[in-house]
């Protein structure tokens, strides 16, 4: 049975987890699943159906019982707040597949009838553009919590938080690396908002100066997507040597100089990129922030899911 001893967590096997759940519906199909999947993160419908189905199903029971607080609350302390979103983070390590756990999320909450509006914003666009980041020498340090604009991530959760109508969040384009000028993500009051990024269940930095200083502090369910580190840094070189035939080819690339590398020199490329930005930020910002979330995700050396850790309520 699970592990509770002397931990914040009831940890589950992934056999164990997969048992829970079992009269919730699974409505996608393996066709949803291959267009979900990211590129260099397969998924199966077994996967789906073992892991995200209960995983599913747990965030529907929390999202009731937060729908009954509120209306409990209301009532006792007669105000006349409408239901503002249930904000979902998710967190983990650049090729961690933390974007596809992402996307099969929504596409699993949203064919609920309880939440049939789900919404998915990516820090990305909150990342401060080349330009500004090249004045400050931080392009070495994207992804970094320096490199992302953290008054706007703040402001913009706030205003959804608040119930807000039509909020707008930057977009970023991977194949030029850098923010879309005028072009914006429009949030809505949805039942759902799922926000996914690197260093999003970071605490505040130094002393909290206003009532919301933490991305994390607008969350109502957090997930961390982790992986051993070896496993993490050979699927980020497996994707940069996809990304060398495809998206790297695009003329408006800012990767199109690595396009003509050999294997071997794609290789060690991505093998100094993950040891000089990604797994120092991994490291210092990212694996720290762990133990914050409610549900751990632990992936095996194959991409499958071997381990969920669920906070102690």
């Known amino acids: 049975m699970y592990s509770s001893d002397l931990s914040a967590f009831v940890t589950f096997s992934r056999e164990e987890w997969a048992n829970l759940a079992q009269s919730a519906e699974l409505p996608l199909t393996a066709a949803d699943i291959q267009h979900l999947a990211a590129l260099g993160d397969p998924i199966t419908l077994a996967e789906v159906d073992a892991i995200y189905r209960p995983l599913t199903a747990l965030m529907h029971m929390y999202a009731r019982n937060t729908e009954r607080l509120f209306s409990e609350s209301k009532n006792f302390l007669g105000f006349n707040e409408l239901r503002v979103p249930w904000i979902v983070g998710i967190a983990g390590s650049v090729s961690a597949g933390k974007s596809t756990v992402a996307r099969l999320l929504r596409e699993l909450l949203s064919r609920s009838p309880q ?139 800012y990767f199109r100089n690595y396009a003509n590398l050999t294997d071997d020199q794609a290789r060690e490329t991505a093998r100094q990129i993950w040891g000089a930005i990604n797994l120092p930020n991994l490291r210092h910002n990212i694996a720290p922030t762990r133990n914050r979330a409610t549900v751990v995700l632990t992936k095996g050396e194959e991409h499958n899911i071997e381990q969920v850790k669920v906070r102690k309520l």
């Open 115 to 253: 939440t049939p509006r789900v919404d998915l914003v990516t820090t990305d666009g909150f990342l401060l553009p080349n330009k500004v980041l090249d004045q400050r020498r931080l392009l070495t340090r994207k992804g970094f919590p320096e490199s992302y604009d953290r008054r706007a991530i703040l402001a913009f959760l706030a205003a959804v938080k608040s119930g807000r109508r039509h909020v707008t969040a930057p977009v970023y384009d991977h194949v030029t690396y850098d923010i879309v000028p005028n072009e914006y993500i429009v949030v809505d009051r949805p039942d759902i908002l799922i926000v996914e990024g690197l260093n999003v269940l970071q605490p505040a930095p130094g002393i909290a100066a206003h009532e919301f200083s933490a991305v994390s502090d607008f969350f109502d369910f957090t997930i961390y997507v982790d992986a051993p580190e070896d496993a993490l840094e050979r699927w980020y070189i497996e994707r940069f040597l996809k990304l060398r035939s495809t998206a790297f080819t695009n003329d408006a690339s």
